[in-house]
């Protein structure tokens, strides 16, 4: 993965808050030659980590503040290795203790869609190894990101 990805950005299905882009390696790949469905799940845990990372301007990997709760993934393309592939999350939902992103990924060769996925986040302290409120900071980032990207209109 690095920052200077070849060619045009795919197109996604409608605004989202944050963009990557990866490329299908061959370890990715499985017996049957394109990227295994666990690899996606990855992706989208580079992309989440990323955009927190990035939004809130975390500098040190103790100041990550969740997990992961749940996540559903709908595989809609195969990806075949060195392909290149935008990633794209947004948030969707602020709960008190969780939040959860949307995701969609799109080949960059020719722009099919080949994931809809989405996330639950926890707030958790890793100190007392419980679940904890939304802080307010974070909730108004999320805020924004989804009255600057909405999830439905």
């Known amino acids: 993965m690095i920052d200077a990805v070849p060619g045009t950005p795919a197109t996604p299905s409608r605004p989202f808050a944050y963009r990557m882009a990866v490329q299908a ?33 975390f500098t040190d990997v103790a100041q990550i503040d969740f997990i992961l709760a749940s996540a559903r993934l709908d595989w809609r393309a195969p990806v075949f290795v060195l392909e290149w592939v935008d990633v794209w999350c947004t948030p969707s939902r602020v709960g008190r203790k969780s939040w959860e992103l949307m995701y969609e990924a799109r080949a960059r060769s020719d722009g099919r869609l080949v994931l809809e996925a989405s996330s639950v986040q926890v707030q958790f302290d890793y100190g007392t190894r419980r679940p904890m409120p939304v802080s307010a900071d974070l909730r108004r980032l999320l805020e924004e990101d989804m009255a600057a990207f909405p999830v439905h209109g």
């Open 25 to 57: 390696n061959l370890r990715d790949t499985d017996a049957l030659g394109h990227v295994n469905n666990v690899v996606y799940l990855s992706w989208c845990e580079l992309a989440r980590t990323r955009y927190v990372v990035e939004r809130r301007r």
